[in-house]
C-alpha cells in the first residue's frame, strides 16, 4: 500500500465554522475552523480527545484569561464568518474572502492562498507533498508538521532569538534554559516560548503568519535541514500536546504582527514609573551591608543628579548564608527592611523585589509544601527535585490551585505587605527534564512536558494577581525573564544575563525586535551587559544611548569583577549619562503614549525599519537601526570608536531630519552623520509630532510634568496628526478618567498650521503647552487659527 493510500481523509461534518474530516482506519481527526476572514486554524487530535483542553496563549482582546484557562474549542471570541465550501471526495476547497484553502484528502494537504477581493489567488504556503504530519509515529518522537520552502522567503518572529532578524535557513529549539553570558549571536535556546513567525515572499510582497497552541519544547527548522526525498522544505515539532495552528493573512507584515497579537491578549498598561531609568545590580543584595549599600545608591543618585524612579532588587536579600531563599528576608543584610523600603519611597523611587519559583530542599517552607503536593512531581508520585542555583530543589506546581493560593499570600505577606511595589518573576525557566513530571492539572493531571512553558505564564499571572488583590487601585508592573504568548498581559520583559559586549549590543537590538515581531511589546535589555568583564566608559555610554529608545531602561549587571554598572561608574561620562537619562525622561510623553497604542491598538513600541516602509524592499536588508513608534529612527553606534553612523532613510515622502542637527534628508538614500560620543544619531521622519516633558527635572523634583510638542513639518507640503494620551499615569480607572490631547499639523511653502483640541476627563497638570521647531525653519506658525511669535520657550499657547 503507498503512502498516498495509507493517509485518506474523509468528510464527516460541518458545523459552526468547523469541518471535521476523520483518517481512514484510524482514530485521527482533522478540523478546519474559519475564524476570521484573514485567519483559519488546523487542529488535528486523536479520537476527538485533546492532550490539553484548554488554552491560556489564546485571548483574543483579552486582558486576562481564568487561571484554569479557556476552552480549546470556544470560539465565540472569534466572527466566524461565512465561507464557501466544495468538494469531490478527493480534495476539499474552503474559501472565505481572503483566503482559500485547497485541501488533498490524500495525506490532508493543504495550500494557502491569498485572495484580493478582485478575483486574484496568490500561493502564500503549501504543505510538504510527502508525509507532511505525523499521523502514526512514522515521523519519530511528537507532532510534526512540515511546510514546503522556497528560495524567496523569509522568515521573522519566533520570539527571543539570537543572531539575524530573518530566520531563513536556520534552526532553532523552543525552550527556556539560562544560558547566562550568552552569545546574543548564536547561542541558542534562550529564555521564552514564543511557537510563532511571519512568512513573507520577496516576489510577491505577501505575508502570513502561522501560530502553534502548544506549550511544550518544540524545534523550528527553517530550512535548515535537507532531505532529498521530500524536496526544499521547513518543519515545526514538538514534543507534547496538540498539533493546533493558526494561519494568519497580512498581507502586510505590520498587519500579522497586530492580528497575532490581538489574538494571544492585550499588553498590560503599565504606570508611567516603569519607564523611568531603574537601577539593579546583585552586587549590592549579595553584599553583608546590603541595606547600607542601597541607601548609598540613593545617595549617589542625588548627588549626581540621576533621574531614577525604581530599583530591582535582586535575590540577595532572601539569602541564608551563600544561597537563595524565596519569601525570606535576610535581617543581617536588611536590620529594617521596611525602613529601608520606606527611605526608597521617600525619595521617590519604587521597589520591584526579585522572587523565584523554586524552594531548595533546605527551605523553610519546603517540607509544607512538600506535605500538601505543591510541587512538581516525579512519575512515581514523589517531587521532583531538580537542579536550581547552587542546590537541588522543587518547582512550585501552579497547575495546582492550593499553590497559587499559597503564591499570592506569600507575595502578599512577605512583599507587598512591606511595601514592595512589584515582583520581579525571574529565574522562572522550569528546567525539568524528566520525561514523567507530572503536574497537577488543576486536579485532572497532566504531562509537565505538555504544559512546560505555562508554568511561568501562571505564575507571573499568580503574582499580578496578588499586586491587583491587594492594591486594586493602581495599576500593576511586573517583570518576568521567562514566558509565553500572553506573558504581554502580565508584565514587562527583557533579555535575560547578556554578556558585555559589543556584540550584545548589537544583536541584543535584533533580539529585542524579534519579540516586537511577535507580539511582545514592553521589552528592554540589561544596560552594560550583566555579565563578564565591566564595560569600558565607550561602550557603557553607547549602551545607555540605545537603552533610553527602549520601553524597559534598566542598567543591571554581576560583574566578574564586582564592580558594578551604575551611571557614575565612570567620572568622564557620568554627565553624558546624565544628559541622555534627562533626554529619556524629555520624551517619555512619547513613550507612554505609544505604550497606551501597544495595549489599545496592538501596535509595536519598537519596530523594524521594514513594519514601517514595507514597500521600500532595502529595508528588508539586516541593519543595526529601529524605529521607536512611528516617528523616530534610532541608529545606535554598535561598533568601538565609531564617531560617524552610515545609516539608510526608508523612501518617505516627507524625508527625515537628524535632530541633533536640524539636516533636513531626502529619503530612499543612504546618508553618513555625525555620531559624537555625546548622543546617540536620531533622525525623525517629516510630519511627525512629538510630545515631550519640558520640566527642568531634578531628582528631587522629576515628578514636574510640562507640555511641549517638538513639531518636525514636511518640507514643503504634507498634513499629519498625533493623538496624545494623558492621565495620572497610576491609576486603574485609566479607561474612564484620561483626556487625549490631538494635534494636526498642515505644511505648505508659507506656512505651518497647527490645530489640536483637547477631550476628556482627566485634568492636565500643566496650563501651557509650547511648540518647537526645525532650528533652521523659516515658516511662520499658526496654532488654531492665530499666528505665534517665537518665544524662549519655542512657541507658547495658553490652555
Known amino acids: 500500500m503507498s503512502l498516498r493510500e495509507k493517509y485518506q481523509f474523509q468528510f464527516l461534518e460541518e458545523k459552526n465554522n468547523t469541518l471535521s474530516f476523520s483518517l481512514e482506519n484510524s482514530d485521527v481527526l482533522a478540523q478546519i475552523i474559519v475564524l476570521e476572514q484573514d485567519m483559519i486554524r488546523v487542529l488535528m487530535t486523536k479520537s476527538d480527545q485533546l492532550e490539553v483542553k484548554n488554552t491560556w496563549l489564546v485571548a483574543p482582546g483579552m486582558d486576562d484569561v481564568p487561571l484554569k484557562g479557556r476552552d480549546r474549542l470556544d470560539l465565540s471570541p472569534f466572527s466566524l464568518p461565512e465561507y464557501t465550501l466544495r468538494n469531490d471526495g478527493r480534495a476539499c476547497i474552503v474559501e472565505t474572502e481572503l483566503l482559500k484553502l485547497d485541501i488533498d ?27 507532511a504530519y505525523n499521523f502514526d509515529g512514522s515521523l519519530g518522537e511528537g507532532i510534526f508538521h512540515y511546510l514546503q520552502r522556497t528560495k524567496d522567503e523569509q522568515y521573522y518572529g519566533l520570539g527571543e532569538k539570537s543572531g539575524d532578524m530573518d530566520r531563513y535557513g536556520k534552526r532553532y529549539r523552543m525552550l527556556s534554559i539560562d544560558p547566562m553570558g550568552y552569545d546574543a549571536q548564536h547561542t541558542d535556546p534562550l529564555y521564552k516560548h514564543i511557537p510563532f513567525y511571519i512568512t513573507r515572499s520577496k516576489q510577491t510582497g505577501i505575508s502570513f503568519g502561522i501560530f502553534y497552541d502548544n506549550m511544550a519544547q518544540s524545534i523550528f527548522d527553517m530550512g535548515h535541514e535537507m532531505d532529498n526525498y521530500h524536496g526544499w522544505y521547513r518543519y515545526y515539532q514538538s514534543m507534547d500536546g496538540d498539533l493546533d495552528y493558526y494561519i494568519i493573512l497580512g498581507p502586510e507584515v505590520k498587519d500579522v504582527v497586530k492580528k497575532y497579537s490581538w489574538l494571544t491578549g492585550k499588553t498590560i498598561f503599565a504606570p508611567k514609573w516603569s519607564f523611568g531609568y531603574s537601577g539593579s545590580t546583585m552586587t549590592y543584595t549579595d553584599a553583608p551591608d546590603a541595606q547600607e549599600q542601597l541607601n548609598k545608591f540613593i545617595e549617589e543618585c542625588e548627588e549626581h543628579d540621576i533621574l531614577c524612579d525604581s530599583f530591582q532588587l535582586s535575590s540577595g536579600y532572601t539569602s541564608i548564608e551563600d544561597k537563595r531563599y524565596v519569601f525570606n528576608w535576610n535581617t543581617d543584610k536588611f536590620p529594617d527592611a521596611k525602613g529601608f523600603i520606606n527611605h526608597y519611597h521617600e525619595k521617590g523611587v519604587k521597589l520591584c523585589a526579585n522572587i523565584k519559583p523554586a524552594l531548595l530542599k533546605d527551605h523553610p517552607l519546603f517540607s509544607e509544601l512538600n506535605e500538601k503536593e505543591m510541587f512538581i512531581k516525579s512519575g512515581d508520585g514523589n517531587t521532583e527535585m531538580s537542579q536550581f542555583w547552587d542546590e537541588v530543589g522543587a518547582y512550585v506546581d501552579f497547575t495546582n490551585e492550593e499553590s497559587v493560593n499559597w503564591w499570592k499570600q506569600k507575595v502578599t505577606e512577605q512583599l507587598l505587605e512591606y511595601g514592595i511595589d512589584s515582583t520581579w518573576n525571574d529565574n522562572n525557566e522550569f528546567e525539568i527534564w524528566s520525561k514523567d513530571a507530572q503536574c497537577n492539572g488543576f486536579g485532572e493531571g497532566i504531562n509537565f512536558e505538555a504544559v512546560r512553558s505555562l508554568q511561568p505564564l501562571l505564575m507571573m499571572k499568580a503574582s499580578y494577581e496578588a499586586q491587583k488583590e491587594f492594591a486594586p487601585d493602581i495599576r500593576p508592573y511586573l517583570i518576568s525573564r521567562s514566558g509565553s504568548p500572553g506573558m504581554q498581559r502580565y508584565v514587562q520583559t527583557w533579555s535575560g544575563d547578556n554578556y558585555t559586549s559589543w556584540k550584545s549590543l548589537k544583536y541584543n537590538i535584533k533580539m529585542g525586535l524579534g519579540l516586537s515581531m511577535s507580539g511582545i511589546y514592553n521589552i528592554g535589555h540589561d544596560i552594560g551587559g550583566f555579565s563578564g568583564p565591566a564595560p569600558e566608559p565607550e561602550l557603557l555610554v553607547r549602551w545607555v544611548q540605545n537603552g533610553i529608545f527602549h520601553p524597559r531602561f534598566t542598567i543591571h549587571s554581576w560583574n566578574d569583577d564586582k564592580s558594578v554598572n551604575v551611571p557614575w561608574m565612570y567620572e568622564e561620562t557620568t554627565g553624558t549619562i546624565r544628559d541622555l537619562i534627562k533626554f529619556r525622561h524629555r520624551i517619555t510623553p512619547y513613550l507612554y503614549t505609544a505604550l497606551y497604542n501597544a495595549h489599545e491598538k496592538y501596535e509595536p513600541i519598537l519596530r523594524p525599519t521594514f513594519y514601517e516602509f514595507e514597500s521600500d524592499v532595502k529595508t528588508f536588508e539586516e541593519n543595526d537601526d529601529f524605529m521607536l513608534g512611528e516617528s523616530m529612527l534610532v541608529a545606535s553606534v554598535v561598533e568601538e570608536g565609531q564617531r560617524e553612523r552610515t545609516v539608510y532613510l526608508p523612501a518617505y515622502e516627507g524625508g527625515w531630519y537628524d535632530y541633533h542637527t536640524s539636516k ?70 485609566y479607561q474612564e478618567n484620561h483626556t487625549i490631547v490631538s494635534v494636526t499639523m498642515n505644511a505648505d511653502a508659507q506656512k505651518i498650521d497647527v490645530n489640536y483640541k483637547i ?37 507658547t499657547v495658553a490652555l
Open 105 to 131: 484528502l490524500e495525506g490532508f494537504k493543504i495550500t494557502w492562498f491569498s485572495k484580493d477581493g478582485e478575483g486574484n489567488e496568490t500561493q502564500i504556503a503549501a504543505d510538504r507533498t510527502t508525509q
Open 664 to 733: 533636513w534628508y531626502e529619503g530612499s538614500q543612504t546618508v553618513t552623520i555625525p555620531a559624537p560620543l555625546e548622543y546617540n544619531p536620531l533622525l525623525i521622519k517629516g510630519g511627525s509630532i512629538i510630545p515631550i516633558n519640558e520640566a527642568d527635572s531634578t531628582f528631587q523634583d522629576k515628578e514636574k510634568d510640562e507640555r511641549g510638542f517638538w513639531l518636525f513639518p514636511h518640507k514643503e507640503s504634507g498634513s499629519t496628526s498625533y493623538n496624545l494620551y494623558e492621565d495620572d499615569g497610576v491609576s486603574a480607572n
Open 759 to 795: 477631550d476628556g476627563e482627566y485634568k492636565l497638570p500643566y496650563e501651557s503647552i509650547n511648540f518647537y521647531l526645525p532650528e533652521n525653519e523659516e515658516r511662520k506658525l499658526y496654532v488654531n487659527g492665530e499666528e505665534l511669535k517665537k518665544g524662549a520657550k519655542g512657541y
